[in-house]
């Protein structure tokens, strides 16, 4: 599941409180779906439960939606680096005590932590849809251009370029991607096994003046006259 990402384009509204409880997931009264409670996750997990299962109605907190999951191989070297420190903290501590000086306390990485209930403003539930983050840099083929706005319409997406012209939002292969900004031309993209994506776009160029034109009988008015407008058509 390399590149995944998760959207819920429809999130769910029905309150997680009132749904029956069934081991770590509830059962919604309304579309009797179960939903996974996920707040409370690490991306890991949320990938091994995708990986038996794609078809999954959940409880995420805003954070994990719409960026690419990360497994827990790509973390091992934070792990890595956490665990050596812990050593060279524990050894100091030895020496320490063999010194007979006062030994810190000791907070033990890994030891259970009592978590709270996420606010119900930071949290979405819903069916999920296993999307794919594309990522790239839209340029005007000398430069980036910042402020360019990128959506998905079928999952009612969107994000905007940065400073860099770069961008990244979740999208689905065979999706499209419209890339629109002030001044040039609009421009699309259709997903496929690519997770990059290099867009130039086009200065758009100035459209005719349209010009308005009258006919008709032309009368000379005295200014001492009461003015009376000419019949004209107009085209």
Not at 10 to 35: G, T
Not at 71 to 98: C, D, F, P, Y
Not at 149 to 173: C, F, H, M, W
Not at 197 to 222: C, D, Q, W
Request: proline letters at 5%; charged letters at 20%.
């Amino acid at each position: 599941m390399k590149h995944a990402a998760l959207t819920i384009p429809k999130p769910c509204h029905e309150n997680w409180n009132e749904m029956k409880p069934v081991d770590q997931s509830r059962i919604c009264a309304s579309c009797e779906k179960k939903v996974h409670d996920f707040t409370k996750s690490s991306d890991h997990e949320i990938i091994k439960v995708l990986s038996v299962s794609k078809s999954v109605c959940g409880r995420f907190l805003n954070s994990q939606l719409e960026r690419e999951l990360v497994s827990r191989k790509e973390k091992s070297n934070v792990w890595a680096i956490a665990a050596s420190g812990i050593l060279g903290m524990l050894s100091m501590t030895n020496a320490q005590a063999q010194q007979g000086t006062k030994q810190p306390n000791v907070l033990v990485v890994g030891a259970t932590q009592p978590q709270e209930d996420p606010d119900d403003n930071d949290v979405l539930q819903g069916d999920i849809i296993i999307t794919t983050a594309i990522k790239g840099v839209v340029t005007d083929g000398k430069k980036p251009l910042a402020g360019i706005l990128v959506t998905v319409p079928e999952l009612n997406t969107q994000t905007r370029t940065d400073s860099k012209g770069s961008y990244s939002i979740a999208a689905i292969s065979g999706q499209k991607i419209n890339f629109t900004g002030v001044g040039y031309v609009a421009h699309s993209i259709q997903v496929n096994a690519q997770t990059t994506y290099y867009v130039v776009l086009s200065t758009k160029k100035p459209g005719p003046i349209e010009h308005r034109f009258i006919m008709g009988k032309v009368a000379v008015l005295n200014p001492a006259e009461k003015k009376e407008n000419p019949k004209s058509l107009q085209k």
